[in-house]
Antibody
Framework: VHLVESGGDLVQPGRSLRLSCTVS????????MSWFRQAPGKGLEWLSFIRSTPYGGTTEYAASVRGRFTISRDDSKSIAYLEMNSLKTEDTAVYYC?????????????WGQGTLVTVSS | DIHMTQSPSSVSASIGDRVTITCRAS??????LAWYQQKPGKPPNLLIYTASTLQSGVPSRFSGSGSGSDFTLTISSLQPEDFATYYC?????????FGPGTKVEIK
């Protein structure tokens, strides 16, 4: 397994959660990373993107999470993070991290197995 | 945002059949398109990128074509392991968006 997500949990609406994506056996520092989610029985939704540090490490977000979610990366540990605040019931989903095929690429060739986030009171 | 549509939403096919799935973007995206395969309980798997480039390790029975706003994924001879849901995704601009998926089922 090359990408492993962790941090998924059952949380109440309005609370926060931080997901981690640990990458091993693959290059990390020179690749973009993204987070996606898939609600139960639904399709795929892209959430956020972070360029590699050489490309500025800049970030992009979907409108549905902008201002609530923050993506970051620690190249020394080969970990990408997704900080999620002000969680809503509609954020309930399996969350996947994925590595860009090449830097700044919008294509994702390696994916984690996913971590389940349930937002419920 | 670029809206992606796919057709059909599902298709029933037999082993050995040729299967074609179409994807349309709400505006031109050049060749910035990927196709993914997803099986239940598993993450997506990249099949094709830049509309027609086969990802390493993907069988040659998969092929992609198209540019602009109309794209096609073809499975030339359906195999048992190909029963899955297929998604197109545009990589032309943020936010990246996916089609709703096409489920390939056993006939």
């Amino acid at each position: 397994v090359h990408l492993v997500e962790s941090g998924g949990d059952l949380v109440q609406p309005g609370r926060s959660l931080r997901l981690s994506c640990t990458v091993s056996g693959l290059s990390f520092a020179d690749k973009s990373m993204s987070w996606f989610r898939q609600a139960p029985g639904k399709g795929l939704e892209w959430l956020s993107f972070i360029r590699s540090t050489p490309y500025g490490g800049t970030t992009e977000y979907a409108a549905s999470v902008r201002g609530r979610f923050t993506i970051s990366r620690d190249d020394s540990k080969s970990i990408a993070y997704l900080e999620m605040n002000s969680l809503k019931t509609e954020d309930t989903a399996v969350y996947y991290c994925a590595r860009g095929l090449y830097d700044s690429s919008g294509y994702f060739d390696s994916w984690g197995q996913g971590t389940l986030v349930t937002v419920s009171s | 945002d670029i809206h992606m549509t796919q057709s059909p939403s599902s298709v029933s096919a037999s082993i050995g059949d040729r299967v074609t799935i179409t994807c349309r973007a709400s505006q031109g995206i050049s060749s910035w398109l990927a196709w993914y395969q997803q099986k239940p309980g598993k993450p997506p798997n990249l099949l094709i990128y830049t509309a027609s480039t086969l990802q390493s390790g993907v069988p040659s029975r998969f092929s992609g074509s198209g540019s602009g706003s109309d794209f096609t994924l073809t499975i030339s001879s359906l195999q048992p392991e190909d029963f899955a849901t297929y998604y197109c995704q545009q990589a032309n601009s943020f936010p990246f968006t996916f089609g709703p998926g096409t489920k390939v089922e056993i006939k």
